[in-house]
């Protein structure tokens, strides 16, 4: 059992060299509030010290080196504030200045002729010749240190925090303390058998080594030991929970695939599933009669029939005696969703509701009652579900519709709304790259459409500078004058939204004399009221607006199948699986659609890549993956909130293989020992433990 008050808990005030001032400090730019958390602030990279630069040797500006040379001369110009302090020193090759124009006084006192010291700074070109300004230097050690220097760690820090004498190097020296502190002592977390198969340094050295390892080699194996044990530990614990959650968490068993099922599949199908639609259905047939409670994520393009998926699992909830619920994200998808389902069970015996935030108090409260009652089989709607007066009488199925849009906590309350915990879907048409997936989604398990329905021409994507829209302004109107109708979306990022919403208008404006009346423009963004919003929606659903000019807010799945062009202006400006997510909007009906990438000329590699990308594949695996490695997974959707990547060292990009074997692993102890109450697996089930205490709320289903 772990200690009343471990060490690294201590609040990081106890250190010494931290006084209330720098504590408050630390707390405040960094967020670090114990030892622990210093432990574990780690170097974001490290300096070679072993490697010296020769004077002669040095060619280029903004790197930093390495000098060992002896002081020859020191000298002041300027006056007052133009004052500048230059020491020249000299090795074997040849004399470099070095230049202070600050705390001159102070560095003047601490030079002393002759005196062989160690350089490091970035040299800058001037005046025909290198010199260094404001480097550091220091006398070379007499004996040798009791943590070593060579590799010196750099850790991030901030201009606050440097006013209090905590720059990089004062952090370090902080640390410094922590590890030489006689109580600082690091209990082992992994098992000596994990550590031997893997040849992992023990813990405690390898928190040493991460911070001031004493060569290359020692560093690795540190990083290695310290990735692993990261990655194994979320691991564990997800594997843990599922088999927990299949073991006890007794599902409702749906026996029986009856009359609604097929009747609906029989009759009322007006074409047949694609063959993963099929594959997908009977996965969470088998689910659903196992007598364990599902917990399934649905992955899909946009398109791909989820919807019918979700359908189908709540036919089956119904020919079980039981009721299902839809969760939408807005109340334009949650009515969409309504009518679409509404149109595909006419003629047969379902009762279905709708309700939203805009759900008239009456029909409400019929419905309140219904679902309690009984006698509401399938209800649809927005976290209006999750309301406390909205009750089942026999919950069996949830379905979750574009999940990354809730926060966990709103997933996590439809399960107190039943005795028995109702079995859950959660369909994503934004795909997860698989090392995501394992990560945050680790105890789910997951099905894949992977298929589009028969029929559909894929998108034609276009990438076209900015200086030729003209060209795309004839596009519209031919297509217009073909009936279709036409998305362009703007981008809004939040820290230029002024400027942002600017733009839209005036691209607004521009369209409107472009294409003026018998033309219709309508636009939307975030600043309009929610009604204001939805009626312009509205009528562009029915047809009652030819141009619809927005910013991102059509992202989510609206379903105007006769919209064919798809107009991303500034389009580097979006990230990829947004591109893609706005893109998914056309391509619904039987026509031709295009997708057009309006961008500026100039563009970072980063965008290039993003928007060659989009126009050479339109696999949301694909794009999900490549997104991933371009932009790391901090900035996907819905990672963020669930603060599950919060990796200190890990990262699931780059340390895929790592993570592959810290999950087999993880699970084949699970599977041999699901409660780690093995003597072997001690170790493991106390780390694990201690893991659980610090952060109480994981955030995730179950
Ligand atoms: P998603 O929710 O995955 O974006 P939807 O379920 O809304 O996709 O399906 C998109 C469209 O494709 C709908 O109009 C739906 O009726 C249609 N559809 C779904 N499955 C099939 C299929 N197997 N064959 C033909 N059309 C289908
Ligand atoms: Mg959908």
């Given amino acids: 059992m772990p200690q009343p008050m471990n060490f690294l808990d201590t609040p990081i005030e106890y250190l010494k060299g931290i006084g209330p001032a720098r504590a408050e400090a ?145 952090i370090g020296k902080l640390i410094k303390n922590l590890l030489l502190n006689p109580q600082f002592e690091i209990k082992e977390s992994l098992p000596p058998e994990i550590r031997k198969t893997l040849r992992l340094p023990d813990r405690q050295e390898a928190f040493v080594n991460i911070h001031f390892p004493p060569d290359q080699e020692a560093l690795d194996h540190a990083r290695k030991r310290l990735k692993f044990e990261e990655l194994f530990f979320i691991q564990l614990r997800l594997a843990k929970q599922r088999t927990n959650r299949l073991r ?77 619920c839809l969760m939408a994200p807005t109340e334009i998808l949650a009515n969409q969703h309504f009518q679409t389902i509404s149109r595909m069970l006419q003629g047969m015996k379902v009762k279905t509701g709708l309700l939203t935030g805009s759900t008239k108090p009456a029909i409400r409260n019929a419905i309140l009652e219904e679902l309690h009652s009984g006698t509401m089989d399938l209800l649809i709607g927005t976290h209006a579900l999750l309301e406390e007066d909205v009750r089942f009488r026999n919950l069996g199925v949830v379905v979750i519709d574009e999940q990354h849009r809730f926060g966990v906590v709103q997933r996590a309350k439809m399960w107190t709304k039943n005795v028995k915990t109702p079995h859950v879907l959660v369909m994503t048409a934004t795909p997860i790259p698989r090392t995501l997936a394992m990560t945050l989604y680790g105890d789910l398990e997951n099905s894949v459409i992977d298929e589009m329905p028969p029929g559909r021409k894929p998108v034609i994507t276009r990438h076209i500078d900015e200086n030729d829209r003209g060209k795309v302004y004839t596009f519209i109107r031919e297509k217009l004058q073909e009936g279709r109708q036409i998305y362009i979306v703007y981008p809004l990022i939040q820290e230029s939204a002024k400027l942002d919403l600017q733009n839209l208008i005036d691209g607004y404006r521009t369209l409107r004399d472009i294409f003026p ?92 890549k993003r928007l060659s990308t989009m126009v050479r594949t339109a696999d949301g695996f694909e794009i999900a993956e490549a997104d991933l490695r371009l932009r790391g997974p901090g900035d996907l959707l819905g990672t963020r909130q669930s603060g599950i990547l919060d990796l200190k060292i890990a990262d699931i990009v780059k340390d895929e293989k790592i993570l592959r074997y810290a999950r087999n692993m993880a699970h084949d102890i699970i599977a041999e020992d699901p409660d780690l109450k093995m003597k072997k697996n001690d170790i493991l089930a106390h780390h694990l433990h201690h893991i659980e205490e610090q952060s109480l709320n994981w955030g995730l289903i179950s």
């Fill in 26 to 170: 630390l707390r405040k730019e960094l967020s670090l509030f114990t030892f622990g958390d210093l432990l574990t602030f780690f170097p974001f990279r490290y300096v070679d010290r072993s490697k010296f630069y020769t004077i002669a040797g040095i060619r280029d500006e903004n790197a930093y080196i390495q000098l060992k040379a002896r002081l020859v001369r020191v000298r002041k110009t300027g006056q007052a504030r133009n004052q500048r302090l230059i020491a020249t020193v000299r090795d074997e090759t040849g004399e470099i200045d070095l230049v202070w124009f600050q705390g001159i006084k102070w560095i003047e006192e601490k030079l002393s002729a002759q005196q062989e010291y160690i350089i490091f700074g970035k040299p800058v070109f001037f005046n025909g010749r290198f010199n260094i300004p404001h480097p550091e230097i220091e006398v070379p050690p007499e004996h040798p240190l009791p943590l070593s220097e060579t590799i010196r760690p750099v850790y991030s820090t901030t201009e606050k925090l440097k006013s209090k004498g905590l720059d990089y190097k004062g």
């Fill in 248 to 324: 006890k968490s007794e599902g409702i068993r749906f026996q029986k695939v009856g009359e609604h099922v097929n009747n609906f599949y029989h009759h009322h199908l007006t074409f047949e599933l694609t063959k993963a639609q099929k594959r997908v259905v009977r996965e969470i047939r088998a689910d659903l009669g196992s007598g364990k409670q599902m917990n399934r994520l649905l992955q899909g393009d946009v398109g791909s029939g989820k919807t019918l998926v979700a359908l189908m699992t709540m036919l089956i909830a119904l020919d079980n005696s039981y009721q299902s």
């Fill in 517 to 608: 009346a018998p033309f219709t423009l309508g636009m939307v963004h975030g600043q309009m009221k929610q009604t204001e919003k939805e009626e312009v929606m509205r009528k562009f659903t029915q047809n009652q607006l030819q141009i619809l000019v927005s910013t991102t807010v059509i992202e989510v799945g609206v379903d105007v199948p006769n919209a064919s062009v798809m107009i991303i202006e500034n389009a580097e400006r979006f990230g990829l699986s947004q591109l893609h997510q706005l893109r998914g909007r056309v391509g619904r009906g039987g026509d031709q659609s295009f997708c057009i990438l309006i961008s500026s000329r100039e563009l970072s590699a980063e965008a290039g």
